[in-house]
């Protein structure tokens, strides 16, 4: 297995001495310098990974300092902004070329690194860095792997502590327990539990809202686990559907059957939306499936690469990307059904095995 | 109640026609864009808060319009990336300087903005953001305070679910749990719990390390409520302490104490920092305390302001700050104290007030 730092510099098209990953302030941290580095523990709030084509090396404070030592990298800890300067100076003393990541620097950052470096050229380098981590190592599925299985046996359990008259945050204190027990550091993100209309809203955050027969309950939710993450959702109904619920759910279920059957090494990620999308523009539900069919997933829930029209690529084998239709209509509700999967030469290996019978609760 | 538009301006030493805030992809989302705003819900990658002295606007995509919209937020939803950009160019037409948060901002937005509106002076205005986020209005006092009665209250439950045997994850679901039946959207940060030596890393995550008789049990902790976050630490000890860890308690004890003592509007940060530091190095864990005494806390966990021997300010009505010295010894442990305290005329308002007995599990 490659290590990170070979694996970064011969995903690169553009020619650097070195790469510069700094964390701004939470949550302004670039993903990447843990998918460089792979510390598994720890802020990193200003620190910088410093990634050249052999050696890799971190800036640290003395905050993350056992945590950055005990992950076998090689760590300078500095003591304040001044000594930071003049470490990350040194060590970029005689580069011509230093990358930095555009997509995931802040600008006050961009601006100290570069007064830093003098007058060292700095070279985005955000898509070489997207490049990378598109194709997943063996090490990152395995952590990829554990993320999916603890979002999958936790959701097996979602109709257990789903009822009528459960709240919304209730329910997602529920699953993001038994996502915790199973060994994730945390939820991926705010647990979306969405019961009814709000069931139409993709990126809803949970209230107070109380589930009620007859209405859809959605749950998008993930596991950290190693910083590699999983996201998964599912819809389900409060006792019995009515026929346009029924036929929502029977659509989308459909549409993701399609996105997952043309889904191989080779694919284009915009035929696979098309897949998807023509299912449900054939349906009653035409125009409602209003985002992309999938993102790409790593140590970010939004991890480089999508399955979109707008955004298209190749797969190939390795990427790991959701596959998640939806179709939503404002005060009624909303399905989506959304599964993790690895592509492979032919096809694709679904991550997260959970049930995708419409359940009723 | 001023708006948040006119707060902002009203803060503002740098003149400026509008304040342009842009979220990146998670997590590099642009926290002032909640605080400006004010929008409950929705995750809002990629949209764009255009504010006036007078008018606040969001450019939305489709997935955050209902959130945008039920927030009572001008809102225009734009379709794809070109149409934003055009969106952006025509809103900004005729200004002459736009406010930027360069602290917060990613390269990649930043240079967006810059080709979208062409000519126009981009004017970075981070120093008075953090001047309006600094003082908190009555509306983000009652919403910390709903996220630090959260915390106080599920601390209070501590001691009832950790015991030796029990491992730091399964204790952070416990506390996670506890929190959100209360209400919360979810923990503010990974809970972070530690056991044992890992008590010594101050931005330690939690693994699957049990508790044993004689160990230090750290908490560092908060609830998220409606954006805004609470942030609390205490340190327990299972069965009991020995002379080192009783001093090295009650040591941090007195150093909270005496900068709780010492916080009054108009007192120096650097002093507040100072009350704390000394009684720690009159001690035999004399430098031991690595970090700063506090740090601002509202829309983000790490909030402008701060106190410190470093980034002095001067403290003033309405701020709301973490207290929370610590003292760490590698290989044996470290205790923290940490509360939410909001500065008042003459001293300050506690607003988790939890035990701070040091209390056996």
Not at 121 to 134: I, Y
Not at 188 to 210: D, L, N
Not at 316 to 327: D, R
Not at 332 to 350: H, L, P, Q, S, Y
Request: aromatic letters at 8%.
């Amino acid at each position: 297995m490659a290590t990170k730092e070979r694996w970064i510099f011969s995903s690169m098209k553009i020619e650097v001495d070195a790469v510069v990953i700094m964390n701004g302030v939470e949550p302004n941290v670039d993903r990447s310098f843990f998918y460089a580095t792979g510390i598994p523990n720890g802020l990193f709030e200003g620190c910088i990974a410093i990634i050249e084509p052999r050696r890799m090396e971190v800036l640290s404070s003395n905050l993350e300092e056992l945590s950055s030592r005990e992950a076998g990298i090689r760590t300078t800890v500095f003591d304040n902004d001044k000594h930071r300067t003049e470490l990350l100076a040194r060590r970029l003393k005689g580069m011509d070329r230093i990358g930095i990541n555009a997509h995931d620097l802040t600008l006050s950052n961009y601006r100290y690194i570069k007064k830093a470096v003098k007058k060292t050229k700095l070279v985005d380098v955000t898509s070489d860095m997207e490049n990378a981590r598109l194709i997943k190592q063996p090490d990152e599925v395995k952590k990829i792997q554990k993320a999916c299985d603890i979002a999958t046996k936790a959701g097996k359990e979602i109709p257990e502590f789903v009822k009528e008259g459960e709240a919304e945050t209730s329910a997602a204190a529920e699953l993001n327990y038994r996502m915790m027990k199973l060994g994730a550091t945390g939820p991926s993100f705010v647990t979306a539990v969405a019961f009814g209309a709000k069931s139409a809203e993709p990126h809803y955050m949970p209230m107070q809202r109380r589930l009620k027969k007859g209405q859809f309950a959605l749950f998008d939710y993930g596991a950290e686990y190693g910083r590699y993450v999983s996201d998964i959702t599912r819809t389900f109904i409060c006792g019995s559907p009515n026929a346009k619920q029924k036929e929502m759910y029977d659509v989308v279920a459909e549409a993701q059957q399609a996105a997952l059957d043309s889904i191989h090494a080779g694919a284009h990620g915009k035929d696979v939306d098309a897949s998807a999308r023509t299912v449900i523009d054939k349906s009653r539900f035409k125009g409602r499936f209003i985002h992309s069919t999938g993102h790409g997933l790593g140590v970010s829930v939004h991890d480089p690469g999508s399955i979109s029209a707008s955004r298209d690529m190749v797969l190939k084998e390795g990427m790991v990307l959701t596959v998640e239709p939806g179709t939503y209509i404002k005060g009624f509700g909303g399905v989506r059904i959304e599964d993790d999967i690895i592509v492979t030469k032919n096809g694709c290996k679904i991550l997260t095995p959970l049930t995708k019978e419409f359940v009723r609760v």
